[in-house]
């Protein structure tokens, strides 16, 4: 049964569709037509359709954080929306690398219009982000604070770059380390997560320890967010996730399941199969059977109610109202039982 979508998610997704159509609309070459393709706005002809455009997680954080510490939510919608445009910048890379062919149960831009195209729109996608931040200028924020949001974007996509870098040379590697393992997503999901409620708290309050506890937050929400996107990346429904079950073990990506079970008594075994240069249907199935035998999904479980539980002790030091706290509380069950 689908996790209930929080309503964190909903509140204002429709303000937030309209902002990235805004700081989108005036480009009208061929490129921003594959980025328009990738949102779910229009097919691969360019005709227009409502497709999923993702969960919109770290520009709903920004949102949630800006409101929760005392801010006014419309002036970070142009940096919830930079926060969106970043992210599929991201995935449109990690498509090609992954040589992944499909993204919300869609082509993906890659497989259609080729790596170089590909490569193209996921730049297009970056840079369009600093057009929308551009636009925090006219919502009345002080200098100072659309100067923070600027210097907290990049400095998340950098980290963002460099955690996806790790990632692809973990894959090279027979044996990572739960503490290199743990080093790497902080980056690569850590980053923008982090930034989402950082940012959000940065442009609604000057408190400095409100934004602090909002960025610690955001970095456990992060560990919280890939080490669920891993389980499922293992044991999550095709139908349901939009990947092709498994998939992860066929690229020998050293996921958190993965890590666990190289490290445990049985790893010698795994790493041997991982050695291979291509993974047949039986190495999968005998690496399955040996992450069930050693747990790895309880030890990967319990890793992400940790993260959870000191996300919830940092955003417990901010004063804020009662529906705003559930509002946290919900996303949190939402990360630890989200199949998608």
């Not at 998610?9 to 009208?28: A, G, H, M, N, S």
């Not at 870098?165 to 999901?189: A, G, P």
Request: proline share 2%; charged share 30%.
């Amino acid at each position: 049964m689908t996790q209930a979508i929080p309503s964190i998610f909903e509140r204002r997704r429709r303000d937030l569709e309209e902002e990235l159509r805004k700081v989108i609309k005036p480009f009208t070459s061929q490129i921003y037509d594959l980025l328009r393709y990738h949102l779910g706005w229009v097919d691969e002809k360019g005709k227009r359709e409502n497709g999923n455009s993702g969960k919109a997680l770290r520009p709903s954080l920004c949102l949630y954080a800006c409101t929760a510490s005392g801010g006014d939510w419309k002036q970070a919608l142009p940096a919830a929306a930079a926060l969106e445009l970043i992210h599929n910048f991201s995935l449109i890379h990690d498509d090609i690398q992954d040589r992944d062919m499909e993204r919300r149960h869609r082509k993906t831009v890659w497989t259609i219009w080729g790596e170089s195209q590909g490569i193209n729109a996921g730049d297009a996608m970056a840079f369009m982000s600093q057009v929308s931040l551009a636009n925090l200028w006219n919502t009345g924020l002080a200098p100072q604070r659309i100067r923070a949001a600027y210097a907290l974007l990049n400095e998340a996509t950098l980290q963002m770059i460099e955690g996806q870098s790790l990632d692809l040379t973990f894959e090279n590697r027979s044996e990572v380390t739960v503490e290199e393992y743990l080093d790497m997503i902080s980056k690569k999901t850590g980053a923008l997560l982090r930034c989402s409620l950082e940012m959000g708290a940065a442009i609604g309050t000057s408190d400095t320890n409100t934004i602090a506890a909002f960025r610690k937050a955001g970095e456990k929400l992060g560990l919280a967010f890939q080490i669920r996107d891993d389980i499922l990346g293992i044991w999550g429904d095709e139908k349901v996730t939009g990947k092709p079950m498994w998939s992860d073990i066929h690229r020998k990506k050293k996921s958190m399941p993965v890590v666990m079970t190289v490290n445990g008594k049985q790893g010698s075994q795994v790493k041997s199969i991982y050695a291979k240069e291509k993974l047949t249907g039986t190495d999968v199935e005998t690496i399955l059977q040996i992450m069930e035998t050693s747990k790895s999904r309880k030890q990967c479980e319990e890793w992400l109610a940790k993260a959870c539980h000191e996300a919830s002790a940092e955003i417990a030091k901010v004063k804020m109202q009662g529906d705003i706290r559930k509002d946290f509380d919900d996303l949190l069950t939402f990360l630890t039982e989200r199949d998608y």
